[in-house]
């Protein structure tokens, strides 16, 4: 067992007290990540992150955005997938990416944004096609991504060329992705022009709300990395199913869905759950204890 593994234990059973403090405010104030080995713990949605490296804010093919955030952190292999992917997409006609929040230095809730994104293997891409790679810090804060997607969210708009459908290809073929969140519209228009040979990477390109400006990379859980939750396959992945292209898409451009019909029925409200930016350190793993204390 890890010597980190065996510390963090010990911090939550001695630290009743931070157990039970907001833990995006806490991972969020860090600025650095932790010194040794990669390791991804927990779940995409409840973890953290050992040995998170740095995006580079500027490199020959991307940069990284709104770096006021402190956001371009993610586990090795993901800062690998984005250079080689921004060198590839120059393939497609594109000068590089235009990179969004990654995940805090040690990974863990954020105080804004995100449900998501907390074991840095999530990362967000912009739809915006460089125009140059050299903005200034300040531009990069006032910069803001483009929608690809009309706003009745029935289709893609006018800002949509050829070159996204490959650009997605190039990001989801890559074997080290598990799924990319898009805009329903955006798939919907991939599906168009779907053949056989697409089944295997488009299959991974998923309808999702709020995801008409870029997609949402999630990586898979690395080789070495016992204490990283797999993401829960699909229904299509268990059946070794088809690409996605089927009715179950296009239930996020239906009626039902885009204009629900009030119910005549009151219904009680739910009660909230605890999102990204009220979860505890005594909702996260017990191991995020060592990460966040560590040196």
Known sequence: MKTWIIAGLM??????????TTAATLFSAKPLPTAGEAQPVGAYGKGCAAGNVELAETGPTWQAMRLSRNRNWGQPVTVAYL?????????????????GDIGNPRGGPMNSGHASHQMGLDVDIWFSIPDRLDHSRRE??????????????LSVNGNWDP???????LAAQDPRVDRIFVAAAIKIEMCKTATPADKAWLQKIRPEANHEDHM???LKCPKGSPLCERQKPTVAELSNGGDGCDDTLMWWVSDAYLHPKPSKTPVPAAPRKKGARQLL???LPAQCAAVLSAN
């Open 11 to 20: 911090a939550c059973m001695g630290s009743a007290g931070l157990a039970e």
């Open 163 to 169: 070159s996204y459908r490959e650009v997605l290809r």
């Open 83 to 99: 250079m080689e992917l921004s060198a590839a997409v120059q393939a497609a006609g594109w000068r590089g990416l235009y990179i």
């Open 281 to 283: 350190m005594s909702d």
């Open 140 to 153: 990069r804060e006032k910069m803001s991504a483009i929608s690809i997607r009309s706003d009745d969210q």
């Open 216 to 218: 949402h990379v999630r």
